[in-house]
């Protein structure tokens, strides 16, 4: 029996612009299990991050509104609670790792005092345990000599150790749930490696759901158990991993993992997307993919629901199974 701890139903996050509604998110639906990983891959503007700022009310309002849906953390609605009720939640049992620690961290407090904060307000730790914690969290990440660290401010850390003082920021409550937004951007490929196996350790040791927010298929490879593919504010595919690199069935799908260079591709160029994600404002009417897609027909002028393509594999393309008869990509 599986232990769903996040599970979100239709959810909707539209921004009120002067050029029109923007629809962020749109009609997204999964779930994430603990002590799994669900990872969410897509171009930029598709959605991903909008989903996670949703589910932990940090939509700027206005412009922005949650539409429609639901979000259950455990038996809450999330969209239903307070603005207090939401920041009891955030930080403890829910957790976010953003994109950019420079930016997230604050420049004039030591990391320490920043991660000893979250313990204090939390857990109503006193001064001296809460510092006592943050040291012990710089530990756990694998930061060297965290004693010394802890009193260091952000600029006099690398980006990896930046890194780091976030993951350890964002557990020291020990959350249910961690959201990890593009943790590995700009960093390089060892530095990388490293943070993916802080995160999976950390996953092991505390039980808890990782929901992957990537552009990097090949960590989604390494690191989910469940992967969404989103477009345009829609999940256009949804599998557990091993079927989505081994069989995937949207033509996007395919056009994300053709364009992954590989160590055996004789190709002399990267096979890429023709076209860019269309304006927001105004979404085609029927499959948002179609005026990019080399499968498209008559019919993909209408609206296209999520199809069940067997074994919990989702794909909104009406036109799947002739799409996977095609020549593997």
């Known amino acids: 029996m599986t232990n769903t701890i996040l ?25 994430v299990e603990a002590g799994r990983t669900l990872g969410i891959v897509g171009e930029s503007g598709c959605g991903k991050s909008m989903t996670a700022y949703s589910i932990l009310g940090l939509i700027p309002q206005p412009p922005g509104r949650i539409a429609g849906g639901e979000v259950f953390f455990e038996d809450r609605d ?4 307070s603005p207090r009720q939401i920041r009891a939640i955030r930080g403890n049992d829910i957790a976010m790792i953003f994109q950019e620690p420079m930016t997230s961290l604050n420049p004039v407090f030591t990391v320490g005092e ?71 951007t700009a960093l390089d490929v060892t530095i990388q490696a490293q943070i993916l196996d802080v995160l999976r350790r950390l996953q092991e040791e505390l039980g808890m759901g990782l929901m992957l927010i990537t552009h990097d298929l090949g960590i989604v490879a390494e690191m989910a158990h469940e992967v969404l593919v989103m477009y345009a504010g829609q999940v256009v595919e949804r599998a557990d991993v091993k079927t989505l690199f081994g069989s995937p069935s949207h033509p996007y799908t395919r056009g994300l993992l053709a364009s992954v260079p590989t160590m055996s591709s004789d190709a002399e160029e990267l096979s890429t997307i023709e076209g860019t994600v269309p304006d927001p404002v105004g979404f085609p009417a029927g499959c948002r993919f179609a005026p990019r897609c080399d499968f498209a027909v008559e019919a993909c002028g209408r609206p296209q629901a999520l199809e069940d393509a067997g074994s919990r594999h989702l794909v909104r393309c009406g036109e799947w199974q002739r799409v996977v008869q095609a020549e593997t990509v």
């Open 7 to 31: 599970r979100v139903n239709d959810l909707k996050t539209y921004f009120d612009t002067e050029s029109g509604v923007v629809r962020a998110v749109d009609g997204v639906s999964f779930e």
């Open 78 to 81: 999330l969209l239903k609670l």
């Open 114 to 184: 920043q991660i000893a904060e979250a313990v204090r307000l939390h857990r109503g730790a006193d001064r001296k345990d809460a510092w006592r914690r943050a040291v012990e969290l710089l530990g756990l990440v694998d930061i060297p000599l965290p004693e010394e660290r802890a009193e260091s401010y952000p600029h006099e850390l690398s980006g990896g150790m930046r890194q780091r003082a976030m993951i350890a920021m964002a557990i020291s409550c020990d959350p249910k749930l961690l959201i990890a937004d593009e943790p590995t």
